[in-house]
């Protein structure tokens, strides 16, 4: 019997750390959908291809696959789980996933991986857009400033290098762009939870969502 959990937020909320946590804690499947797009961020970066390059994305996507093993992202058989936390994705990707064939792309391949499935999956229109049914929806937010110290924590941990500045630009530019966006905004659906994530330990943000969905489901 499908059951789907729908964590929707901006760039930076933890979004994919907390759902990892609660998918693994709850047995859910855990389907990232802001890697698929950064996949695809990384083959356009590989290949040259522009934004405006109609012809060129819709034969791309034709052309790649994605897959999730072991905690790991592999994009045609390649690891990329690393490569895709990039400077150059992380300045690209918002773009990129503004793209409606790619985003039609991604949010049907989303679908297909769920269906009949128990699942949590994160993303920006998770519960507006992509399963607007699902069991539980969960809005997860937290100020620029904290988001860019996370995302800059983040970073050092895995030895990328990235200013406090050029995160926090960054996350304002996303923010702008992901909620003006023509094709399935960032908005927090009407029937969501929402929870402010800025002044919480990775702890009590996994606790209260098992809450929510506990309470939901």
């Not at 998918?23 to 389907?31: M, P, Q």
């Not at 773009?95 to 699942?119: P, Y």
């Amino acid at each position: 019997m499908a059951f789907i959990v729908a964590i929707d937020g901006p760039a930076g909320s933890g979004k994919g750390t907390i759902t990892k946590l609660v998918g693994e804690k709850l047995g859910l499947i855990n389907i990232d959908t802001g890697a698929m797009y950064r996949c695809v961020t990384v083959y356009m970066l590989r290949n040259n291809i522009k934004l405006n390059e109609k012809e060129k994305v819709k034969k791309m996507l034709k052309e790649i696959n994605i897959e999730f093993k072991s905690e790991k992202v592999y994009l045609n058989q390649e690891d990329v789980t690393n490569e895709i936390r990039k400077t150059e994705v992380n300045n690209l990707v918002s773009q990129v996933s503004h793209l409606i064939e790619i985003r039609e792309n991604i949010t049907n391949l989303s679908r297909k991986v769920a269906d009949g499935k128990e699942v949590i999956m994160e993303g920006r229109d998770i519960g507006t857009n992509v399963f607007p049914n699902a069991d539980v929806k969960i809005y997860l937010d937290a100020s620029p400033e904290e988001r860019a110290n996370r995302r800059l924590k983040q970073n050092q941990e895995k030895g990328i290098e990235s200013s406090y500045q050029e995160i926090l630009e960054n996350i304002k530019f996303r923010d702008n762009n992901d909620k003006s966006s023509n094709v399935a905004p960032l908005k927090q659906a009407e029937d969501a939870i929402y929870i402010d994530s800025t002044n919480m330990t990775i702890e009590e943000v996994v606790n209260k969502v098992i809450d929510v969905i506990k309470k939901k489901g």
